[in-house]
Nanobody, 125 residues
Framework: VQLQASGGGLVQAGGSLRLSCAAS????????TGWFRQAPGKEREFVAA????????VYADSVKGRFTVSRDNAKKTVYLQMNSLKPEDTAVYYC???????????????????WGQGTLVTVSS
């Protein structure tokens, strides 16, 4: 499976962006998918994840209440709606999907087998 993340850009603090993660090749309809981010000089960290059906989601505390993860399996796409953005949200955002079907969404990087190339989000103060 190949994942293509898009939708990043430059936005002012308090603004919004919607990231998309489009899959090609193998379907992701039966697999949990997550969003991670990596700021300059920092390790990659978990942001949000969603199970295969969209019925279960998990979020990092730092984005809870501001970000929403969703999916459209017919379009093989997972979204990350980001509202009330802060300068500390600046990072390259990656989407990733698991290789084992029907699992609950996980915040652990090591549970994800396929990664997209990342999209840069810059939030100015």
């Amino acid at each position: 499976v190949q994942l293509q993340a898009s939708g990043g850009g430059l936005v002012q603090a308090g603004g919004s962006l919607r990231l998309s993660c489009a899959a090609s090749g193998r379907t992701i309809s039966y697999y949990a998918t997550g969003w991670f981010r990596q700021a300059p000089g920092k390790e990659r960290e978990f942001v949000a994840a969603i199970n295969w059906s969209g019925s279960s989601t998990v979020y990092a505390d730092s984005v809870k209440g501001r970000f929403t993860v969703s999916r459209d399996n017919a379009k093989k796409t997972v979204y990350l709606q980001m509202n009330s953005l802060k300068p500390e949200d600046t990072a390259v955002y990656y989407c990733a999907t698991e290789g084992t079907p029907l699992r609950s969404p996980s915040p652990r990087l090591e549970d994800y087998d396929y990664w997209g190339q990342g999209t840069l989000v810059t939030v100015s103060s």
